[in-house]
């Protein structure tokens, strides 16, 4: 079993519309999770982070973390073209980052 | 942009050849992580070097090595390379370790050097 779990997709949504991706984990040790979105030809560049359980929101995205099933969540309300991307979880680790193998996500315009 | 440079972009070579990836991190972080992105494992995480000492270990192949310089720029180094290493191979770095579970410690990655083995 992989330490973080993610369904690869792809996922195709029209604009406007909201995005549920998630992740599952398998080690609860570690208290922080991470979305990280990844651009086509570019590097991973961090969405947000969560602390433990709980909710954290920023602008249009929603980061939730249910640790009492394992399962991270994050949310993107009114979707748009330039959300195309791949978004990848993660979790801490000591002295690196565990990552899920990351959601394509292709927002229609 | 990260601030954190990775050269060169793209690279093909040949089996068996050695390549170097370079990375400067961003200025003031003292951690370089390497990782891998291939298709069918996603992102893996290689090495990571603290302030020019080695301070972990991922599933990185004996073929394959590291080092972190007194400018804090790192270099990876694979040899003997098959056609199973072409991969994307990220660059991140931070401010610290990370070396406890209760830390959080934000890697800042680097555009990434496309390698192609033929």
């Known amino acids: 079993q992989k330490e973080v779990e993610q369904d690869p997709g792809p996922l195709s949504v029209p604009e406007g519309a909201i995005v549920s991706l998630n992740c599952t984990y398998s080690?609860?040790?570690?208290?922080?999770f991470m979305w990280y979105r990844q651009y086509s030809r570019k590097g991973p560049e961090l969405l947000m982070y969560?602390?433990?359980?709980g909710n954290k929101e920023d602008g249009r995205f929603t980061a939730q973390v249910d640790k009492s099933s394992k399962y991270i969540s994050l949310f993107i309300r009114d979707s748009q073209p330039s959300d195309s991307a791949t978004y990848l979880c993660?979790?801490?680790?000591?002295?690196?980052?565990?990552f899920g193998t990351g959601t394509l996500l292709a927002v229609q315009p | 942009d990260s601030g954190v440079t990775q050269t060169p972009k793209h690279l093909i070579t040949a089996t068996g050849q050695r390549v170097t990836l370079r990375c400067s991190p961003r200025?003031?972080?003292?951690?370089v992580y390497w990782y891998q992105q291939s298709l069918d494992q996603g992102l893996q995480f290689l090495i990571q070097?603290?302030?020019?000492?080695?301070?972990a270990k991922g599933n990185i192949l004996e073929r394959f090595s590291a080092q972190q310089f007194p400018d804090l720029h790192s270099e990876l180094n694979l040899s003997s390379l098959e056609l199973g290493d072409s991969a994307l191979y990220f660059c991140?770095?931070?401010?610290?370790?990370?070396?406890?579970?209760?830390?959080?410690?934000?890697?800042?990655f680097g555009p990434g050097t496309r390698l192609t083995v033929l």
């Open positions: 080690n609860s040790a570690f208290q922080y």
């Open positions: 991140a770095s931070s401010v610290d370790s990370g070396g406890t579970p209760s830390s959080y410690n934000e890697q800042f």
């Open positions: 070097y603290y302030n020019g000492e080695e301070r």
């Open positions: 200025s003031g972080d003292l951690s």
């Open positions: 993660a979790r801490t680790s000591p002295n690196k980052l565990i």
């Open positions: 969560t602390y433990s359980s």
